[in-house]
Each structure stands twice: as C-alpha cells, then as structure tokens.
C-alpha cells in the first residue's frame, strides 16, 4: 500500500511514514526511506514504549504515531503524509482550527471524521505528539499546521484509504475556495455516524 501512494504522488522522496500495532509492538517504516521502495527486513519493530527491536531505526516523525496508540486504543496503523492538497488546506489561514475538513462528502464523514488542525511546530520537535496527547484520543486525524495529515485507522487498510479521502476532500475544499456551497448538514452527519458507525 506504501508503493502506491508514492506512485500515486500521495507521498514524494523519504517524506510520509508508515505504521502499524501489533500486540505490544510497533512496525514503523524506517527513517530516511522511502514509501515506493520500502525492504521488509528494514522494517523496524519498536516497543510501545519506543524501545528499538530489530530492523532500521524507525521514523524520526514515529512520536507523533506513539501520541495516536497511547490515547486511541481502537488504532490499529498509523498513516502521516506530505500529500499536496492537505498539506495546502494546513498552510491556509481562515479555516476552522477544530474542523479543518469539514463535511463535504459522506465519505470523508465515515471515514475520517473532524479533523484537528494542530499548530505549526518544528519537524523533530516532539511537542506534535503532545499535542495530539492532549486531545485525549477524540480525534481520528490531525493536520499539522504547514506540514501535513496524520490519520489513523483500525488497521492499515483503513488507515490508507482515511488519508487518501483526507486528501481528496482537501482537494475539493480548494477547488470550491469562494463557490457558494452546499456542506452535509448537521442531521445529514448525524444520520451517517448511526447508520456506518464511527471509527
Ligand atoms: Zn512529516
């Protein structure tokens, strides 16, 4: 999944990282590589509590996946892009900071849900995963003030296809920027939620 969102332009040079938790482990992708080219026995298996196992170091971004698993305890894999168009709505200065993709399409309801924007802080700078700490595991995804999405899923299958929709929907947002529009309404999401479920 890793090689097509790099061929799909979802993730270029070493930038996005993969993980994903199995029982008391974290598979990460390792740091410096990339998502189109990634070797199995590089993979790097962390502890929860970050211990390295085997396999490469992992990511250098691997705590704000960390800040995920320790507070959503229903998340399975962790996806965190560069994509383009998400990364634009993250730059972008009148958006609504606690519902940063708001509901456009049924499916970034269900498959994403409200996104937090985070504020920008210095990549490395291990106060993202603070932040995401300190949302106490009621958001699914994040995205990180001029830098980019972090979504998670129950597994990494879902996880993929959230930040993919992410991006989608960042997309469109974009592309109707000073279109009247019409967005889901309250009930319309409501209906969603109890008729798909919520993540
Ligand atoms: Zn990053």
């Known amino acids: 999944m890793s090689q097509s969102l790099y061929e799909r332009g979802f993730s270029v040079g070493s930038a996005g990282n993969i993980s994903a938790a199995v029982d008391d482990v974290i598979l990460m992708t390792p740091t410096n590589s990339c998502l189109g080219f990634l070797d199995p026995v590089k993979i790097s298996k962390v502890t929860r509590d970050g211990r390295h196992l085997s396999g490469d170091q992992p990511s250098k971004e691997i705590f704000l996946h960390k800040a995920f698993y320790e507070t959503r305890p229903q998340a399975g894999a962790v996806v965190h892009l560069h994509s383009t168009y998400a990364t634009a709505l993250s730059c972008v200065t009148d958006i609504d900071p606690d519902d940063c993709i708001p509901p456009l399409t049924p499916y970034v309801v269900m498959r994403v849900g409200q ?27 994040v995205l990180l003030a001029n830098h980019g999405p972090v979504v998670t899923g129950k597994d990494i299958s879902s996880a993929v296809y959230a930040a993919e929709e992410l991006e989608e929907t960042a997309k469109l947002l974009l592309m109707l920027r000073g279109l009247p529009k019409r967005m889901l309404s309250d009930e319309n999401v409501v209906e ?3 008729v798909f479920g919520a993540y």
């Open 192 to 194: 969603l939620k109890s």
């Open 115 to 141: 996104v937090k924007l985070l504020e920008y802080v210095r990549p490395g700078d291990e106060k993202a995963g603070d932040l995401i700490r300190a949302l106490g595991g009621h958001y699914a995804a």
